[in-house]
Structures are given as structure tokens and as C-alpha cells.
């Protein structure tokens, strides 16, 4: 589609990676329902650091309840909770902290962490240590991407880097990829940054397999990108796919199957309202009236299904909901000089235009070996395979536009079994209809 509408996702979650430490929140000993009997109270609480400054921006999660919030300019902080509850409080830069209500009101300090800096960040065709870089450089781990329900990498960069702006152009089964761009326009032509897939520029990341993400980083400013040199101008993201890991052999397994729901689609008026605000409007502009008295009559009477029919074109064209599901196997492993990975991962989206010519499925598989040869040589070989079906209006036009735009007084069916929309088609092109020249 080419507006923008926005659909909700709920989704079911199935994981058999990891289990004690990647099990769904809704299964977390901490889910709360021995206390939802208990009445929540109001918690207030100053975040500091161990000088004794405010810390703004602090993200106070309470574990058992799933509620968030942040503290204000001045450290302070509000969230429902009650005693013996656990809440964390996070912050980039510092060590995050877990600690149990005691009271209604906390004092937190919070300690600054070293660990931070050291983290290596993908910048160029290298690496550097956070504490040495001296570009603008955000970053996001793959772990981010995988805890989310999402179609392609662009929807999980949404909100989780700073000056990326992700625009959703399109939710069509298998074209939602958005719009990337970084610290804004700066150009009236192509706008869109460098895409460097594993140090090859000018790949396409929305066909990858988001659970074959290692991490990504996003570069910014001139100095960060300035080894690309003008494809860089827009800014440039980094994907770095995963890579297998010295151990025993790790099979991991992961799915989910949800349901999308359109949550803002428009509603109309019926075909009687219609016709009497199109004479208000044919009356303000010094014109005489569309539609006559008995026009109206009979659609209000319903008594010509064929001309003066009462069609919502929203729920004849619309869904309530969708399918979508994915499936991802991995297999890792390896000694201290050679390693392995292998992936296959399957997404299906269904779509939310009535009929099965709306759907898409993308199948990707990788394969990734490194090995080192007499310490000296290092030999890393990555194959992927993407097989994606995306399925649409061959005309290529808008469902929820053409719904839009088409009178409530067009039938979906006449009454001789012929399609009112094809009707109305002809009609429009030749700029006249029968209630016209009447």
C-alpha cells in the first residue's frame, strides 16, 4: 500500500533457545499475579549518581507489573508498585541496579560503569573501543532485534538509535520496508545512507533474517563515514552478521505466530449523508444540487441496490486481521581456530486485503565458517540465500485509497452478478454517470 496506516501486532511467542534466560516476560517468575490482589500504590523515588548529581533520563522498570518510566530533569521518578516488588534502574553509562520496594519512597544511586567504554563498536572497515571514538557512532546489538516481532531490520531500528528517523512508506505483505534517514535530509536527491552488509557497501538489509543480525552501527557525522568518502554523505549503517563461537554444538529454535489488526483505518458517512452534504457543498459553490429529493429517498429506502446502494468499502475491502508468523533454526559452534554457523529462518505475512492475493513469504539461509591457517591466516567465508514471494495488485494501486475514493453509493455486486467497481471505473474515466443527466 502507499499510505501510511498503522496496524497492531499480537503476537505469541515460542523460544527453546536458551530457556532459563531468554523465556517470554509472561512466563517470568516475576510476572506479579500473587500480588495483583493487592492494591497498587504510587512509588517516588530520586535517581543520583554516588556524587550526589541528578541523573535525567533514568529508565525505572518495575519487573513484576512490566511498567516503565523515566526520571524527570531532576532525577525524580513515579511508577505504581508495592513493597516487596523489584524495580531496575538503567541508564547508558552507568551500572544498572535491582532493588526491592521497601517503601513508598527510594533514594537510588546509581554507580558510573567502565564497561561501557570498552565495548569494540564497528566503525569503517575496523573496530574501535567506545572510550577512543571520536565520531558521532550509535549502535544496537542483535539481541534487540530478535526480542521484537518485525517484518525486516529497518522496523526494528524504529525508536532504538538516536538521530535515525525510520518513516513507514508502505505496510503491504512483503514491501514494508521504511524509509532510512539519519540526522535528516541533507540532500534534494537521494537521500537514503550506505547500506554495508559484512564490509560489502550497496546491499539491501530489509531481505536479511533479523535473528542473523550480530549487531549494527550507525555512522553519523563526516568523521565517522569519511573513509567512504561521497557515498558516505547521508550517513552509513553498518550490519555485521553473526559468526559462529568456539564450544560445543548450539541448536537454538525460535517462532512466534500473531495476528496483525489495522487500528486506523477511516470511517465514512452512508450514502444518504452523502448525497445531502454534496448539494450543501454544489449550494455553497453557486451550483445547483447533485442528487434530487427523490434521489434520496430511494437510497435511504434502499429500494435501487443497483444505483443508490449503501456500501462501506472500508469493510468490504478490509480484514479484521492477519496471520503473520516466523521461524528461525540456528546451529553454532566450533573449536579455537575454526568455527561454524548456520541459519534457516521462514516469515509469512498474510494480508489485510480481502482475498489471498495479499501475502508474502521470504525464506533466508546462511552459512558462515571461519578458520585460522598457522596463525598467520585467517579464511572467513559467508554464503547467503534469500528466496522472498511478495503477491499484490498487478495494477499497483492503493486498496485503501481507491476505498477511499469510490462512493458509498456503488455497489460491490449489481444485481445481475456484474462488479460495481468496474462500473464505476468506466464512469469516472468518461467524467459522467446516471444520476448525473438526469
Known amino acids: 500500500m502507499k499510505k ?34 493487592y492494591k497498587q500504590e504510587t512509588i517516588r523515588g530520586l535517581v543520583q549518581s554516588s556524587t550526589g548529581e541528578s541523573i535525567a533520563g533514568a529508565s525505572i522498570r518495575n519487573l513484576s507489573t512490566g511498567s516503565t518510566v523515566q526520571s524527570d530533569a531532576e532525577g ?5 508498585g508495592q513493597v516487596g516488588q523489584q524495580l531496575r534502574i538503567s541508564i547508558i553509562g552507568y551500572e544498572t541496579q535491582t532493588l526491592s520496594i521497601s517503601s513508598s519512597t527510594m533514594n537510588v544511586q546509581l554507580a558510573a560503569s567502565d564497561e561501557a567504554l570498552e565495548e569494540v563498536v564497528v566503525v569503517g572497515y575496523g573496530t574501535q573501543k567506545k572510550v577512543n571514538l571520536t565520531g558521532a557512532v550509535a549502535t544496537l546489538g542483535g539481541e534487540e ?5 518485525i ?19 508502505n505496510t503491504g505483505p512483503g514491501d514494508s520496508a521504511p524509509q532510512i534517514r539519519i540526522r535528516g535530509i541533507g540532500t534534494w536527491g537521494d537521500a537514503n545512507p550506505l547500506i554495508v552488509i559484512d564490509g560489502i557497501p550497496g546491499g539491501n538489509m530489509n531481505i536479511l533474517n533479523p535473528d542473523d543480525i550480530e549487531n549494527i552501527s550507525v555512522l553519523k557525522d563526516a568523521a565517522s563515514s569519511s573513509i567512504y568518502g561521497v557515498r558516505g554523505a547521508n550517513g552509513v549503517i553498518l550490519v555485521t552478521t553473526k559468526k559462529g563461537k568456539s564450544g560445543a554444538p548450539s541448536l537454538n529454535f525460535s517462532s512466534y505466530y500473531g495476528w496483525q489488526t489495522p ?19 454544489n449550494e455553497n459553490a453557486g451550483q445547483g444540487p447533485t442528487y434530487s429529493e427523490e434521489q434520496i429517498e430511494i437510497a435511504r429506502n434502499g429500494s435501487d441496490p443497483n444505483y ?30 575454526t568455527s561454524y554457523y548456520a541459519s534457516y529462518g521462514y516469515l509469512g505475512e498474510g494480508g489485510l ?19 585460522e591457517i598457522l596463525d598467520r591466516v585467517q579464511l572467513d567465508g559467508n554464503l547467503g540465500y534469500v528466496d522472498r514471494g511478495t503477491y499484490g495488485s498487478a495494477s499497483g494501486n ?14 460491490v455486486h449489481f444485481t445481475n452478478g456484474s462488479w460495481g467497481l468496474s462500473w464505476w471505473a468506466e464512469q469516472s474515466s468518461s467524467y459522467c454517470n446516471r444520476w448525473w443527466y438526469e
Not at 536458551?18 to 499475579?33: H, I, K, T, V
Open 4 to 37: 501510511n496506516y498503522a496496524f497492531l501486532s499480537i503476537l505469541m511467542g515460542l523460544s527453546l533457545c536458551s530457556w532459563a534466560d531468554s523465556r517470554p516476560a509472561f512466563l517470568s517468575e516475576n510476572l506479579g499475579l500473587k500480588h495483583s490482589v
Open 76 to 80: 525524580r521518578f513515579e511508577i505504581a
Open 145 to 149: 532485534l530478535e526480542s521484537r516481532p
Open 151 to 169: 517484518a525486516n531490520i529497518g522496523q526494528g531500528l524504529q525508536g532504538q538509535l538516536p538521530g535515525l528517523t525510520i518513516k513507514n512508506n
Open 263 to 281: 487500528t486506523a483505518l477511516p470511517k465514512f458517512l452512508g450514502s444518504v449523508d452523502y448525497m445531502i452534504l454534496q448539494n450543501e457543498a
Open 308 to 337: 443508490f446502494a449503501n456500501t462501506n468499502w472500508i469493510d468490504e475491502v478490509y480484514k479484521k486481521s492477519a496471520p503473520q508468523q516466523n521461524y528461525n533454526l540456528s546451529l553454532q559452534g566450533g573449536s579455537d581456530k
Open 353 to 371: 486485503v480481502i482475498g489471498d492475493n495479499f501475502k508474502a513469504g521470504r525464506h533466508n539461509a546462511r552459512l558462515r565458517m571461519s578458520t
Open 398 to 411: 492503493d486498496p485503501l485509497s481507491m476505498a477511499t475514493s469510490i462512493r458509498p453509493l456503488v455497489p
